[in-house]
């Protein structure tokens, strides 16, 4: 199993621009979250899911988007990127069974 | 909402000698709280977690305490070795996938 992936790994954009940060699974989990980090803040969570077509908002859902049509794939858009949204994106997943999140290697993000 | 309080933000240690680290949360509905070590330009990954049942855990070094009157819980590192340097965070969750993270502690044991 590949865990879970994300893609890409950096992204540089500009103010305005739009784009979506990639996240998939291939352990079956139900379960699905995006993160932030930003230095001394710890990891807020942005939006969530707990099943394909099933997603709801986390502590810091404005400007961001996400979609959860499939069971694998989970990915997060931004739709006008800013430089407040520079930092680094955690996906995350975890199983029926328990609670324990399988965390994705991160994509660092910088917007101009 | 939900807050989750950690203390103390940086933490420097001789190695051998013990490290504890504390959070608080708000959300008494909160039912079970994972500590997650990341090291530099890494991933987190789950060290050891506890639920509201139980009042303490323990794997080899590494145990946590749960107060749910208080609704605090500790980490406690015994021996620590120059390799458990990192940052460590604690979390809570009411809700599976919803995680929310204190701040983080920088943990820095000497040689």
């Known amino acids: 199993n590949a865990g879970v992936t994300q893609t890409p790994k950096f992204q540089v954009l500009k103010t305005g621009q739009s784009m979506t940060l990639q996240c998939a699974q291939d352990m079956n989990h139900e379960y699905m979250s995006w993160y932030r980090q930003d230095p001394g803040m710890g990891l807020r969570l942005i939006h969530y899911?707990?099943?394909?077509?099933?997603?709801d908002q986390g502590e810091v859902p404005n400007g961001y988007n996400v979609s959860r049509s499939t069971t694998e794939d989970f990915p997060l858009r931004l739709l006008s990127a800013a430089p407040s949204q520079t930092s680094v994106y955690f996906c995350?997943?975890?199983?029926?069974?328990?609670?324990?999140?399988?965390f994705g290697p991160g994509t660092r993000l910088t917007v101009l | 909402g939900e807050n989750v309080e950690q203390h103390p933000s940086t933490l420097s240690v001789q190695e051998g000698d013990s490290a504890v680290i504390k959070c608080t949360y708000s959300d008494s509905a909160s039912n079970y709280f994972p500590w997650y070590k990341q090291e530099l330009g890494k991933r987190p990954q789950l060290i050891i977690d506890i639920r509201s049942n139980v009042g303490e855990k323990k794997d080899q070094r590494i145990a946590v305490t749960l107060n749910k009157t208080a609704k605090h819980f500790s980490l406690h590192i015994t021996e620590t070795q120059p390799e458990d340097s990192a940052v460590y965070f604690c979390?809570?969750?009411?809700?599976?996938?919803?995680?929310?993270f204190g701040q983080g502690t920088t943990l820095q044991v000497k040689p």
């Open positions: 899911s707990v099943g394909a077509g099933i997603t």
């Open positions: 995350a997943s975890s199983p029926v069974g328990n609670n324990e999140q399988f």
């Open positions: 979390a809570a969750s009411r809700t599976k996938g919803k995680l929310i």
